[in-house]
């Protein structure tokens, strides 16, 4: 490998850096220099990353110089500490780290220094990871558009005028433009998948309980939200997942599967030719994908999304798959209460301690304050109702799953939208505007997978004719990543023409052709 100048080590797979790094070929200081001209070249406008640490060392850090040359000493010494090793991260602003201010977006904790990692941050920093800062996220992680009073807002990596999505935005943009070589996220709805489809990259939300969220006050209800793996491209998915995943004591309902029997599998899959798509159920079925389409007009959806998908949906026909219309065969509206029952409930836990300091309310966002409303006169009736109904789909899911390898929807009812705009207040369809009662109902699409703890990948579908992406949900089967990381390896090679489209700046340009036309409704 003949490695020359920036472009060239930030351009690498995460894999490509880790075997570069590890034959010597490049040093862990050559890396975190290429990544930091990067982050200084591109970050000052999309904003994507955020507590940005030094070079050198402060009162608070040890600066990212020094333990870039520790990395290069223990290689030198023949020790690794894993995959990760030198490469630079930097992990969401929802997630604890022990030396970045943790601020979740929000002013009131513009100075929270947590005391210990994040689960997840500690097994990223264990595999090596060199941590730049951290990545944009809306307040509190709420709405599915990466803006807040402390940082302002991430811009999206091909339209910087458009939104970024959320609430991994600013991790789904700094990979797009090759200021990360990879990217953790959380997904609670639609997080991860939302911006993943906005920026062209791929993005995993596990299954639940496959990647424990520490610290949590509680392990046995909150069990929507979960941590996931965001790459440019599905073996660095992968190999991110495999430094994520695994139980834990400390999480009582983590999935009991170990991690080195989950990296066996995953080996196995990465190891094997990409080609063959490969059924769930044998030799003799072809790989079947249920198109759940609008949910028979219970889901609005722009003006071109659901044809965007049918694009992808055809790159998989391509691989011998079958493509077949699926009816959802239950009540939206009933999900969708149930759904507004269960987070009221657990975005209320979460915010109510906060909400409860003297002024604080002041200080929250409009949607904050909505949140803590909905969960007012909630009883312990109403939750278990909700949780009857959420059971119901996940039963009923899993009968559609007995069909088909795969259920697939859009990753978001909308194209991404002005970055003025707090949220789509409309969104108009083929037969007219359709408002949204809610702030995030926009996003009503994902949240049938997160209520079932499926797992879900999202997978780029290309761009339409003013040059905007969008993703497919891919929802497999329960605790089903390994089956999801094979067929999307497989429908990767087919869509090399959509994933070398790269952001014009990493092109030299300023815009994409058409980008100027953009409208979105408010």
């Known amino acids: ?44 406008r999309f904003n994507a990353i955020v507590s940005l640490h030094s070079l050198e060392a402060n009162a608070h850090h040890p600066g990212l110089l020094s333990l870039a040359q520790a990395l290069d000493a223990d290689l030198k010494a023949g020790h690794s500490r894993g995959f990760l090793h030198g490469m630079p991260m ?17 002013p009131l904790l513009r100075h929270n220094s947590p005391k210990d990692d994040a689960l997840v941050v500690q097994r990223m920093r264990h595999a090596g990871a060199l ?20 940082f302002g807002t991430t811009l999206n990596a091909y339209h910087p005028h458009l939104s970024a999505g959320g609430s991994s935005g600013g991790a789904a943009v700094a ?8 990217a953790d996220g959380s997904d609670f709805m639609g997080s991860l998948r939302n911006p993943a489809g906005w920026n062209n990259i791929f993005g995993l ?34 190999r991110l997942l495999c430094i994520q995943a695994g139980p834990t004591p400390e999480a009582p309902l983590s999935l009991s599967q170990s991690n080195a029997d989950l990296v066996a599998e995953i080996e ?6 990409p080609a063959p798509l490969g059924s769930c159920f044998g030799e003799d079925r072809p790989y079947t994908v249920g198109w759940l389409g609008d949910l028979e007009g219970h889901l609005a959806y722009e003006v071109g999304v659901s044809e965007q998908c049918r694009m992808g949906l055809a790159r998989f026909e391509a691989l011998g798959a079958r493509v077949e219309e699926v ?18 409930a657990l975005v209320a836990h979460r915010l109510g301690v906060l909400a409860q300091v003297p002024h604080a309310k002041e200080h929250m966002k409009p949607e904050a304050l909505w949140e803590l409303e909905q969960s007012h006169g909630l009883s312990a009736e109403d939750l278990m109702r909700a949780s009857t109904t959420r059971t119901h789909l996940y039963h009923h899911l899993l009968a559609l799953l007995q069909d088909h390898d795969v259920l697939a929807l859009p990753s978001a009812q909308v194209w991404p939208f002005e970055r003025s705009l707090a949220w789509p207040k409309v969104i108009v369809t083929l037969n007219g505007t359709r408002a949204m009662d809610t702030y995030h109902r926009w996003m009503e699409v994902v949240i049938y997978a997160t209520l079932a703890g499926l797992p879900v990948l999202n997978i780029p579908t290309g761009f339409n004719k003013e040059g905007l992406p969008m993703g497919i949900q891919l929802i497999g089967q329960p605790q089903g990543e390994v089956a999801l990381i094979k067929a999307g390896r497989a429908y990767e090679r087919q869509i090399s023409d959509w994933l070398s489209v790269k952001p014009a700046v990493l092109q030299g340009t300023v815009a994409m052709a058409g980008s100027s036309s953009r409208r979105s409704a408010n």
């Not at 941590?131 to 402390?150: A, C, D, I, Q, R």
């Not at 009816?327 to 009221?344: F, H, V």
């Open 327 to 344: 009816k959802l065969g239950l009540d939206p509206d009933s999900i969708w209460q149930a759904w507004l029952t269960w987070r009221g």
């Open 268 to 273: 196995a899959v990465l190891a094997g030719d």
């Open 205 to 238: 939300r596990p299954s639940q309980g496959r990647i424990p969220s520490l610290p949590s006050s509680d392990q046995f209800i909150s069990q929507l939200g979960t941590e996931g793996p965001m790459a440019r491209s599905v073996e660095d998915l992968a």
């Open 131 to 150: 941590f730049m800062g951290k990545t944009n996220t809306p307040e509190f992680g709420l709405g599915s558009h990466t803006y807040n009073p402390v």
């Open 90 to 106: 930097a992990p969401k602003d929802l997630a604890n780290t022990k030396d970045c201010v943790t601020t979740m977006g929000s």
């Open 175 to 182: 990979l797009a433009l090759h200021m990360l070589p990879l």
């Open 1 to 44: 490998m003949n490695i020359t100048d920036i472009t060239d080590i930030t351009a690498l797979s995460a894999q490509a850096l880790h075997n570069a790094i590890h034959a010597r070929e490049v040093s862990c200081v050559e890396v975190l220099m290429a990544y930091w001209e990067q982050i200084k070249t591109h970050n000052p």
